[in-house]
T-cell receptor
């Protein structure tokens, strides 16, 4: 079945530094990937839609200069949290949909990245 | 736009049946999913409904009524491992999938 790999699984960084999270589709091509953020006991909040070869589309209230998204190939999207602050500490999850849609599981999630900013 | 409404929490007993309801308002509706999520983990796919009716898959069944903007997830023969959050995101024709706050299900022995 389709697999999405997300790396790293967890990361601790100091305030003011930047962190890059990778999302790879291992056995399918994904022209579109999605980035979500989830705070404890909250729902997944869509941050942005990552489009291969073009600029990402950000949801209202998400700072595009702070959360840089690059989707340089059909199998890789990266999210960079720039100048991280403690309030950015959260669970970040990516998802991807194969071009050839399977309605048995149309949205495949990575395992998420737990970011802690100290 | 897209809006999802589910009960915040539910409690049920091991071995029993529970129904989790979900109502939605989605422009350009193109399907509703049910996902299970354990704390600190990524969501796990349970079902996808795009047409009206009931889809049965083992202990889990999902129902959709597009005219009512309503879906439910039915869990039978509850097990302790079913304690989790259950999410019913919808997808629009732009493939955008929006999640509600989910329902935290507690299973009592």
């Amino acid at each position: 079945g389709a697999v999405v790999s997300q790396h790293p699984s967890w990361v601790i960084c100091k305030s003011g530094t930047s962190v890059k999270i990778e999302c790879r589709s291992l056995d399918f091509q994904a022209t579109t990937m999605f980035w979500y953020r989830q705070f404890p006991k909250q729902s997944l909040m869509l941050m942005a839609t990552s489009n291969e070869g073009s600029k990402a589309t950000y949801e209202q209230g998400v700072e595009k200069d702070k959360f840089l998204i690059n989707h340089a190939s059909l199998t890789l999207s990266t999210l960079t949290v720039t100048s991280a602050h403690p309030e950015d500490s959260s669970f970040y999850i990516c998802s991807a949909t194969p071009e050839e849609r399977s309605y048995n599981s149309p949205l495949h999630f990575g395992n998420g990245t737990r970011l802690t900013v100290t | 736009g897209q809006n999802i409404d589910q009960p915040t929490e539910m409690t049920a007993t091991e071995g029993a049946i529970v129904q989790i309801n979900c109502t939605y308002q989605t422009s350009g509706f193109n399907g509703l999913f049910w996902y299970q999520q354990h704390a600190g983990e990524a969501p796990t796919f349970l079902s996808y409904n795009v047409l009206d009716g009931l889809e049965e898959k083992g202990r889990f069944s999902s129902f959709l009524s597009r005219s009512k903007g309503y879906s439910y997830l039915l869990l039978k023969e509850l097990q302790m491992k079913d304690s989790a959050s259950y999410l019913c995101p919808t997808m629009n024709r732009d493939d955008k999938i929006i999640f509600g706050k989910g329902t935290r299900l507690h299973i009592l022995p």
